[in-house]
């Protein structure tokens, strides 16, 4: 159930002529950069995370998504 779901999931459809030509989804540090790229701009800049390897990367991301409480201050409430 999507509930449950502990991680970040994102799906991307690529299209040549109208027609899905590719189905592809991404977990953690993966799914962020492609969520970043997505948004254009200067998000782009977050290309620069894919020189270190996967392993490491979503080490980091496990961080980030144990402590997001603690990091974003407070912020965002934990549900109970």
Same mark, same amino acid.
């Given at each position: 159930d999507l509930l449950s779901l502990d991680t970040v999931v994102y799906g991307k459809l690529e299209y040549i002529n109208n027609q899905i030509s590719k189905k592809t989804i991404l977990i953690k540090s993966n799914a962020i950069i492609e969520i970043f790229w997505d948004f254009g701009g200067i998000w782009k800049l977050i290309i620069i995370g894919k020189?270190?390897?996967? *392993?490491? /990367?979503? +080490?980091? *991301?496990d961080y980030i998504a144990r402590n997001r409480y603690n990091i974003l201050g407070? /912020?965002? +409430?934990k549900k109970e």
């Open positions: 020189i270190l390897p996967l *392993y490491i /990367r979503d +080490k980091i *991301y407070g /912020r965002f +409430k």
